[in-house]
T-cell receptor, first 116, second 113 residues
């Protein structure tokens, strides 16, 4: 299994509070991604990073920001959480230079966030 | 833009039954196609993939064939087990610089003994 951890694994917070989720990898993969999973929507991309300090928006980026100061860490921040951001958040990594597996993404275990 | 459509679930089968989960896609050019599986409480794991037309991906008794003429990548298994109960996601990687995936909505499979 790819070495990907997410913290916290579960969080309950209140509307209007800031929340930061962390993704940590030990694979030295260049690309990292944040997705949210909601019933009927599959996984939707929030933001992704293609290198240290290089990030770009995904399909559902409103209300979220990200930072990547080191290869191994990718942070997702909800500046002011809303109930619509209650979801399960997954981090993923990929290495396009990885030969036959260069087009694959490897996923972390997820963080369940509840915003009351 | 790219999109993936898969059959809605849940799909409920008895053990040893034949499984088909339909997946169709819309994309420019020749995307790579994937099936991911999510077991309860876990993240997604790659089940199989195909990177060009007529390729067949296979793993753990599951198969899917890349059909460009019908833009489909249906997942099949000849004899399901209770342990196959999970959510299955079809996905594609199209022409994008970020190596990004587009996912279908997921199909929950429940296998009864």
């Amino acid at each position: 299994d790819a070495g990907i951890t997410q913290s916290p694994r579960h969080k309950v917070t209140e509307t209007g509070t800031p929340v930061t989720l962390r993704c940590h990898q030990t694979e030295n993969h260049r690309y990292m991604y944040w997705y949210r999973q909601d019933p009927g929507h599959g996984l939707r991309l929030i933001h992704y990073s293609y290198g240290v300090k290089d990030t770009d928006k995904g399909e559902v980026s409103d209300g979220y920001s990200v930072s990547r100061s080191k290869t191994e860490d990718f942070l997702l921040t909800l500046e002011s959480a809303t109930s619509s951001q209650t979801s399960v958040y997954f981090c993923a990594i990929s290495d396009p230079s990885g030969g036959k597996r260069g087009d694959e993404q490897f996923f972390g275990p997820g963080t369940r966030l509840t915003v009351l | 833009g790219d999109s993936v459509t898969q059959m809605e679930g849940p799909v409920t089968l008895s053990e040893e039954a034949f499984l088909t989960i339909n997946c169709t896609y819309t994309a420019t050019g020749y995307p790579s196609l994937f099936w991911y599986v999510q077991y309860p409480g876990e993240g997604l794991q790659l089940l199989l993939k195909a990177t060009k037309a007529d390729d067949k991906g296979s793993n753990k008794g599951f198969e899917a064939t890349y059909r460009k003429e019908t833009t489909s990548f249906h997942l099949e298994k000849g004899s399901v087990q209770v342990s196959d109960s999970a959510v299955y996601f079809c996905a594609l990687r199209g022409r994008n610089a970020g190596n990004m995936l587009t996912f279908g909505g997921g199909t929950r499979l429940m296998v009864k003994p």
